[in-house]
């Protein structure tokens, strides 16, 4: 698989409802040990929202320092930021994401470190 | 154990590779994703790169024609790009630090044709710089 058929790929719970489009996916350094890197990059969740703007900035994460009006502004746009982990995750096909549970479950992408 | 986290698009993608002696060795176009054989998530496995691997990003039919190209670019007959394993990656920081040569990695394979069969036959080429 190749992170670009995670990336904008659209969340859905069993209801059919949905959580939005995969902005970004987090990755914690934990996995077997590969050469001269140390521990490899496991995939731990997937950072959702409806709306696609800015998310590549890494606005949506709340640890993020910015210029407060950037700050404030961007906090409004992604309210709706939600962080789906991996063991969530019941299928993945094309562009469509099945996870299990409710997406109103879903908590707040927190910060990463 | 409580490993560090890094988001993919934001710290990983469209990120520069530099090899171990400083030169720019491709740039990070997408990753290689492979799921464990007693299962769990994903691993990150590789690092790919190049147009073959851009082509996926970009879509559509200008997609579709920049990965024809790049396969053509590519000795066999793969349809990949691309890709350095993970374990020659030392470090990511605003660039991604390599612990090889450039000249070990496949991405050199399309810099190497470009440089022979494009850059070479242009006029006054055998007078720049290397």
């Known amino acids: 698989m190749r992170l670009s058929e995670l990336l904008g790929a659209e969340v859905v719970d069993q209801a059919g409802r949905s959580a939005g489009r995969v902005h970004d996916v987090r990755l914690v350094q934990d996995g077997p040990l590969v050469g001269g890197f140390g521990a490899s990059l496991r995939v731990a969740g997937l950072i959702v929202g409806r709306r696609a703007v800015g998310a590549r900035l890494g606005y949506e994460r709340r640890d993020m320092r910015g210029p407060l009006l950037v700050k404030l502004l961007v906090g409004w746009l992604f309210h709706d930021g939600r962080y789906v982990a991996w063991d969530r995750i019941r299928s993945i096909k094309p562009d469509r994401i099945m996870i299990s549970g409710s997406v109103a479950d879903l908590p707040e992408p927190g910060p990463s470190q | ?130």
């Open chain 2, 1 to 130: 154990m409580a490993g560090r986290t890094l988001e993919a698009g934001l710290q990983l993608l469209d990120r520069q590779l530099v090899d171990k002696e400083g030169r720019l060795a491709g740039k990070v176009d997408d990753l290689e994703l492979t799921f464990p054989d007693g299962g769990g998530p994903p691993l990150v496995t590789a690092i790919l790169a190049g147009p073959g691997a851009l082509s996926r990003r970009v879509g559509g039919r200008f997609g579709g024609w920049l990965e024809a190209v790049a396969n053509r670019l590519r000795e066999g007959d793969q349809r990949r790009p691309a890709r350095v394993p993970f374990a020659v990656v030392k470090e990511i920081g605003s660039a991604i630090a390599l612990n090889v040569a450039k000249e070990e990695l496949e991405t050199y394979r399309l810099e190497s044709w470009t440089r022979e069969h494009v850059i070479g036959r242009l006029p006054g080429a055998g007078d720049a710089p290397e």
